[in-house]
């Protein structure tokens, strides 16, 4: 009687238990996840399922073999997004070279394979040539050297990590100085007093946001003093009424009272990139040669490999943070320096904008990118039947991104996309949904692709997905 008149607590009975929806999947199911899991979700889904039995009810009664199937549904469901919450290859139609949330540099070819190789056992400090130990990241050392003009090198986890590895080496429990105008966050958290704070050096601050002059260094220098810092403001600009010294004035004022100079330069830009636009990011070897004793900068912005902080400059400074146990702690591991010396090596061979996905992409003129595009419309057009997609191609603006080059803003051709029966939002969730994903960008209500950070071995997959979007519907 009670069943009738009680769809609720009917449907209650026949919730199946945790142990009915486990025997009701196949092995191969239960074995995507492993058994430990699979039964943690199937906890998780008979509890959600029965709580909300319990508030709302439900209008009528159902089956056994529907509650069944509904859980059997949820869990496949909890599956999916757990495998789509890992990591995974997804393809950057967004435009921004150096994407954060997508990894930042994608590596090139060689870099893969190297990746690949060293993921087995690997020499990586093991001497081929002696049969005994060798020196971690040897050769990686050598290319910086030799790419930078600098007397010694060292690699390690990022450069925060870098940064936190100078300051606490050369002036820990003394004082640094630092201009206001470079107190900057980068992003992800890194912000330079922080930084400062953290090494246990006692940040000194002088001049002002826009101007800095030497005599405000001068007027700063104590007993104290351990140690001068530049950084490098990477992700945006002063502009109009500023002034700061040249690193060369640094420099002479450094050595002058004694104390090193250490710059933080961010990107890693290892030869002059100002005929691809890109302005006011500092050359390595110009900082060296001008006489910093140590300068730090990322492995994955514009250099273009794996996350790294590297760190260049004189032999003996670069030795003491070698020798300092944080560095044990910082310390790069193999699959990374199997990157950066693959990396490095095309940077040392002259074929940097050839080989490295994030140079050739920044190299990478419109008229190319417009080719691209008008080739992309035209095999669309030929597949497709019906106007249910149009493609239109727009003139636009890409992006360094990675807090490099705020002023950077390579012209180029967007496809911006079209659906009879969808929204902007559909569409772009139906090409993240699609494999790989496509990750596209949403401006004035229309999808627009940037196939300048679009590898071209993927333009067919970015294909297939838009015909897809024809059959959505
Ligand atoms: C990006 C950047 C950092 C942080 O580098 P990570 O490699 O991301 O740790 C530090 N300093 C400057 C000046 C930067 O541009």
């Not at 190299?363 to 595009?373: G, M």
Request: proline share 3%.
């Amino acid at each position: 009687m009670t069943n009738q008149s009680n769809p609720d607590s009917s449907n209650l009975r026949a919730l199946p238990s945790v142990d009915q929806l486990l025997k009701s999947l196949s092995a191969e199911q239960t074995a995507t996840v492993g058994a430990a899991r699979s039964a943690s979700f199937a906890r998780q889904i008979i509890d959600d399922m029965r709580k909300e039995l319990q508030a709302n009810g439900s209008p009528q009664s159902m089956t056994r073999d529907q509650l069944l199937s509904e859980a059997q549904s949820r869990w496949l469901k909890v599956c999916e997004s757990d495998r789509r919450s890992g990591l995974q290859r997804v393809i950057n139609a967004t435009g921004v070279i150096l994407h954060t949330n997508l990894g930042r540099a994608p590596l090139s070819e060689a870099a893969r394979r190297a990746v690949v190789e060293a993921a087995e056992y690997c020499t990586l400090e093991y001497d081929l040539n002696t049969g005994s130990r060798g020196k971690r990241g040897a050769r990686v050392e050598d290319l910086l050297k030799q790419l930078t003009g600098a007397e010694d090198a060292l690699v390690v986890n990022n450069c925060a990590s870098a940064a936190l590895l100078v300051l606490t080496a050369l002036a820990h429990n003394g004082e640094t100085i630092v201009s206001r105008g470079e107190l900057v966050e980068i992003g992800g958290d890194f912000r330079v007093p922080d930084v400062l704070a953290n090494s246990g050096t006692t940040m000194v601050e002088v001049g002002t946001t826009n101007r800095t002059r030497l005599d405000d260094y001068r007027r700063a220098l104590t007993n104290a003093t351990r140690l001068v810092m530049r950084i490098h403001p990477s992700n945006y600009r002063i502009i109009g009424f500023t002034a700061a010294p040249t690193i060369d004035e640094l420099v002479s004022f450094a050595h002058e009272a004694g104390l090193p100079l250490y710059e933080d330069a961010g990107s890693g830009v290892l030869t002059d990139l100002t005929e691809f636009g890109l302005e006011g990011e500092p050359v390595i070897r110009e900082s060296i040669s001008a006489g910093a004793d140590v300068v730090s900068f990322s492995g994955d912005k514009l250099l273009g490999s794996a996350q790294a902080g590297l760190l260049v400059g004189s032999r003996e400074i670069i030795e003491k943070l070698r020798r300092h146990s944080l560095y044990r702690a910082l310390r790069a591991d193999k699959l990374c320096l199997a990157a950066l010396e693959a990396t490095l090596d095309a940077h040392a061979r002259g074929a940097a904008t050839a080989e490295i996905p994030a140079l050739r992409m920044l190299a990478t003129p419109a008229d190319e990118i417009r080719s691209r595009a008008e080739q992309m419309a035209r095999k669309l057009q030929s597949t497709i039947e019906g106007e249910v997609l149009s493609l239109e191609l727009l003139n636009g603006e890409s992006a360094v991104g990675g807090g490099s080059g705020p002023n950077t803003h390579p012209a180029t051709v967007l496809i911006s996309l079209k659906h009879q029966q969808m929204s902007a939002a559909q569409i772009e969730n139906q090409l993240r949904q699609s494999s790989p994903p496509i990750i596209a960008r949403i401006a004035a209500d229309r999808v627009l692709l940037d196939l300048r950070t679009v590898l071209p071995e993927d333009e067919n997959h970015l294909l297939q997905a838009l015909i897809e979007l024809t059959r959505a519907v």
